[in-house]
């Protein structure tokens, strides 16, 4: 079955540290995207890619990078410089027309 | 910039009653779709119902449908016989017609009570 698939589900981050959420697609997609949730809130856009090798900052890309060399994976890297990066991640995928987005399930990101 | 607004932070039902979500939408496109996204407490997003602008007959999926006023720029979803399950966030997105990226709103929590 095609999908999007987030990994890991849960991940846990020191002070300083980066780390990487993983985000992979079958659907032959063309644009990915990443979100941030907080709790109780709405969706924030952090980077997108509408074609591989090719990306644009969303509304809160501070301290957030991507990549995307192929056009089924869209990595995000939380850097050190992200002061408050405890919260949720969603990676979500889109072709054209009525079919809107396709979601992952989330990563959940906790500084310890 | 096309803006999406959802005036109701907080909505709660009676189990088996019915409830509506109000959206707004601000473009100046003529062609354009919509969706409601459900978010329960998993956290996984799941496409509830979508509708096409240019089609004036309102989108219904079983218990769930929209009253679309494209005039008004109004999108509101109506769940019928509401159910337990139904306990969700609920976002309203657009999307016009030449993009793919989804505009959302800020979202409307949706608490059912037994």
């Known amino acids: 079955d095609g999908g999007i698939t987030q990994s890991p589900k849960y991940l846990f981050r020191k002070e300083g540290q980066n780390v990487t959420l993983s985000c992979e697609q079958n659907?032959?997609?063309?644009?990915m995207y990443w979100y941030r949730q907080d709790p109780g809130q709405g969706l924030r856009l952090i980077y997108y890619?509408?074609?591989?090798?090719?990306?644009q900052k969303g509304d809160i890309a501070e301290g957030y990078s991507v990549s995307r060399e192929k056009k089924e994976s869209f990595p995000l890297t939380v850097t050190s410089a992200q002061k408050n990066p405890t919260a949720f991640y969603l990676c979500a995928s889109s072709g054209q027309g009525l079919y809107g987005y396709t979601f992952g399930s989330g990563t959940r990101l906790t500084v310890v | 910039a096309q803006t999406v607004t959802q005036s109701q932070p907080e909505m709660s039902v009676q189990e088996a009653e019915t409830v509506t979500l109000s959206c707004t939408y601000d473009t100046s496109e003529s062609d354009y779709y919509l969706f409601w996204y459900k978010q329960p407490p998993s956290r996984q997003m799941i496409l509830v119902i979508r509708?096409?602008?240019?089609?004036?007959q309102n989108a219904t999926e079983n218990r769930f449908s929209v009253n679309f006023q494209k005039a008004a720029k109004s999108f509101s979803l109506k769940i019928s016989d509401s159910q337990l399950g139904d306990a969700a966030m609920y976002f309203c997105a657009y999307r016009n017609n030449a993009g793919n990226m989804l505009t959302f709103g800020g979202g409307t929590r949706l608490m059912v009570k037994p």
């Open positions: 509708q096409e602008a240019y089609k004036q």
């Open positions: 890619s509408q074609i591989v090798n090719d990306f």
């Open positions: 659907l032959n997609h063309d644009a």
